[in-house]
Structure formats: C-alpha cells, structure tokens
C-alpha cells in the first residue's frame, strides 16, 4: 500500500509535465534559442515554490511520510563546482531535449527512445561513481 502514494504522485507528476508542455522537445528547443518564455517561466515557478517550500520545511520542522524529521544539510558554497556541474547538465539536456524528471514521463508517453538516454544517464552515474576520488570537489 505504501508504494500505491509514490505511484500516484508519479502519475500525477507526469501528467503535469505532459500538460505543461515540459517535455515538449520543440519548447526545450525554444528555450535554448531564447524564442519562448514558456520554460523559463516552468523553471521559475519551479524555483519559487520550491524556495517556499524549503522555508516552511526548515520554519515548521516538518517531518517526512515515515514520521522522520527532514533535514537539510548546508551546501558547500564554490561557484566552480557549480558551473561545471551546470554545463554538463545543460550540454545533456540541449543534446537529448530532456531533463532527467521527464525521461520517464517520455518514455511513458511512448518515446522509447529514451530508454536510451536514461541508460547513459545511468552510465554516467556510474563513471562519476569510479571517478570521484580523482575529481576536484
């Protein structure tokens, strides 16, 4: 019974993305050429709830579905780290016309392709795994 909630929420959180258009290959395409402000208002609206919801997490000391306090831990600040981190994002999501929320919500809307995609994105992962000790953090 626990698991039905985590399907429900993905259910309803692919809806969402299909509905806003967000996994719109042809809005990512906008997006990256500046055409359209459809994303980028996704993204800020994005942004601002998730601010506000941090604050009232941190302000209310809420607790997760199994009763835990949820805690979150301070980052380490280093704009390098970041911008690196973002332009391979961004290369990776300019390059596929996904970002890895929607990968399974395209592939549940039939675009199989990205199966493919979530298999390098895993590889990925996997590499980075191998690698870290020998990045600069």
């Given at each position: 019974?626990?698991?039905?909630?985590?399907?429900?929420?993905?259910?309803?959180?692919?809806?969402?993305?299909?509905?806003?258009?967000?996994?719109?290959?042809?809005r990512i395409q906008e997006?990256?050429?500046?055409?359209?402000?459809?994303?980028?208002?996704?993204?800020?609206?994005?942004?601002?709830?998730?601010?506000?919801?941090?604050?009232?997490?941190?302000?209310?000391?809420?607790?997760?579905?199994?009763?835990?306090?949820?805690?979150?831990?301070?980052?380490?600040?280093?704009?390098?780290?970041?911008?690196?981190?973002?332009?391979?994002?961004?290369?990776?999501?300019?390059?596929?016309?996904?970002?890895?929320?929607?990968?399974?919500?395209?592939?549940?809307?039939?675009?199989?392709?990205?199966?493919?995609?979530?298999?390098?994105?895993?590889?990925?992962?996997?590499?980075?795994?191998?690698?870290?000790?020998?990045?600069?953090?």
């Open positions: 019974m626990k698991l039905i909630k985590y399907l429900v929420y993905g259910v309803v959180f692919g809806i969402i993305m299909t509905k806003s258009e967000a996994i719109s290959w042809y997006m990256f050429l500046f055409q359209s402000f459809h994303m980028y208002g996704i993204i800020m609206t994005a942004i601002a709830f998730g601010t506000l919801f941090v604050f009232l997490i941190k302000k209310t000391k809420m607790k997760d579905l199994d009763g835990n306090p949820i805690e979150i831990m301070p980052k380490q600040m280093g704009y390098k780290r970041y911008l690196f981190g973002g332009i391979i994002f961004g290369i990776g999501w300019s390059m596929t016309g996904a970002c890895p929320g929607p990968l399974y919500v395209l592939i549940g809307n039939g675009y199989l392709s990205f199966i493919f995609v979530i298999l390098c994105a895993i590889f990925g992962t996997f590499l980075y795994g191998v690698l870290r000790d020998k990045l600069p953090h």
